[in-house]
């Protein structure tokens, strides 16, 4: 895995990539961090509701993992 980091300043639609060529024709995954928490709204976590009656807990099991 071939990991590129460098930092931009973004004044239109378009990223001109480092080193372009060794990418090329490959699969990527891109991420876009910013240093100002209000661009990216935070994700709230829900409720999560189990159903653990059929749940049957053996400590011995688990400490033996």
Do not use: Y
């Not at 990418?23 to 976590?45: C, G, M, S, T, W």
Request: net charge negative; proline share 3%; aromatic share 10%.
């Amino acid at each position: 895995m071939v990991a590129v980091a460098f930092e931009a300043d973004i004044v239109s639609e378009f990223l001109r990539i480092p080193n372009f060529e060794q990418f090329k024709n490959k699969h990527v995954r891109v991420v876009i961090e910013a240093e100002d928490a209000a661009v990216i709204p935070a994700r709230r976590l829900s409720a999560l509701k189990l159903d653990t009656a059929g749940f049957k807990f053996d400590r011995n099991d688990a400490n033996e993992r």
